[in-house]
């Protein structure tokens, strides 16, 4: 079970801020850092760049201070009998970069909504969002590849995902995030496993499924929202990717609902 004592998002900190409990409290302590931070780890202070996490054990000894004009953190003061949480394989009071920042923060602010509101399901909700978050930090950790660029791309490619009917182009994705076309092309693929303009044309194909499977929409109207200008380069590309036309691909999804 897990039970929150006290938890805080984008909590606002100036440039003199320090946080020092010698001895610890008396519960887990977890905090996503928005900027960058000094940290005692080792009996050494170091500096931590931002969207990074750390977590300390109860009567772990707890130093960190603002290391720029501002700092910011979400904190999660908490109890916990969970062997995810008492079994963790994460460091302890060593901060580690999240490969995904904003997907860790909407989850403390979900937590922090349970938190709030006493409702029905709370208890659970809370142990369910606990269990992702754990996992999404779990991930982080055992991902050593986050280059200075990498949360750039995660950006660019949230933005592809979310609006595949945008007309991308390399050079536009480029200048987006300040890096040569060349480069970008390297990088994406070496951090995703595929290229920016498959990413688009994957969820392109994606977007266009789900219009086919609803039936509502022209194939032609189908093209233009998801960014094609010329519908037989769109009926190329999704038969290719799908081993079907377009047209057979939405007849076979009527004839399962049949």
């Given at each position: 079970?897990?039970?929150?004592?006290?938890?805080?998002?984008?909590?606002?900190?100036?440039?003199?801020?320090?946080?020092?409990?010698?001895?610890?409290?008396?519960?887990?302590?977890?905090?996503?850092i928005?900027?960058?931070a000094?940290?005692?780890?080792?009996?050494?202070?170091?500096e931590?760049?931002?969207?990074?996490?750390?977590?300390?054990?109860?009567?772990?000894?707890?130093?960190?201070?603002?290391?720029?004009?501002?700092?910011?953190?979400?904190?999660?003061?908490?109890?916990?009998?969970?062997?995810?949480?008492?079994?963790?394989?994460?460091?302890?009071?060593?901060?580690f970069?999240?490969?995904?920042?904003?997907?860790?923060?909407?989850?403390?602010?979900?937590?922090?909504?349970?938190?709030?509101?006493?409702?029905?399901?709370?208890v659970?909700?809370?142990?369910?969002?606990?269990?992702?978050?754990?996992?999404?930090?779990?991930?982080?950790?055992?991902?050593?590849?986050?280059?200075?660029?990498?949360?750039?791309?995660?950006?660019?490619?949230?933005?592809?995902?979310?609006?595949?009917?945008?007309?991308?182009?390399?050079a536009?994705?480029?200048?987006?995030i300040?890096?040569?076309?060349?480069?970008?092309?390297?990088?994406?693929?070496?951090?995703?496993?595929?290229?920016?303009?498959?990413?688009?044309?994957?969820?392109r194909?994606?977007?266009?499924?789900?219009?086919?499977?609803?039936?509502?929409?022209?194939?032609?109207?189908?093209?233009?929202?998801?960014?094609?200008?010329n519908?037989?380069?769109?009926?190329?590309?999704?038969?290719?990717?799908?081993?079907?036309?377009?047209?057979?691909?939405?007849a076979?999804?009527?004839?399962?609902?049949?």
């Amino acid at each position: 079970m897990i039970k929150i004592h006290f938890i805080g998002c984008e909590a606002k900190h100036p440039d003199n801020f320090v946080f020092h409990i010698p001895k610890g409290h008396d519960c887990w302590l977890l905090l996503h850092i928005h900027t960058p931070a000094l940290f005692l780890v080792d009996g050494q202070l170091k500096e931590y760049p931002a969207h990074c996490a750390v977590l300390y054990q109860p009567h772990q000894k707890i130093y960190y201070r603002a290391s720029i004009d501002q700092y910011i953190n979400d904190w999660i003061l908490f109890d916990s009998d969970e062997a995810y949480v008492i079994n963790s394989k994460l460091p302890y009071g060593i901060p580690f970069p999240l490969d995904d920042p904003l997907y860790c923060h909407k989850l403390f602010q979900l937590l922090n909504t349970e938190h709030i509101f006493n409702k029905d399901f709370k208890v659970s909700s809370v142990d369910y969002l606990f269990r992702i978050l754990f996992n999404k930090l779990h991930e982080s950790y055992l991902h050593n590849n986050i280059s200075p660029n990498y949360y750039n791309l995660i950006k660019l490619r949230v933005q592809i995902h979310n609006n595949p009917g945008h007309h991308w182009t390399v050079a536009e994705m480029a200048k987006q995030i300040h890096l040569s076309p060349g480069y970008l092309q390297a990088i994406y693929k070496n951090t995703f496993g595929i290229s920016c303009m498959e990413d688009v044309i994957n969820s392109r194909i994606r977007l266009a499924k789900e219009y086919l499977m609803q039936g509502l929409k022209s194939i032609a109207e189908i093209a233009t929202l998801c960014g094609y200008n010329n519908i037989e380069h769109f009926c190329r590309q999704f038969k290719k990717l799908t081993g079907v036309a377009p047209g057979a691909f939405r007849a076979g999804c009527t004839k399962k609902h049949d």
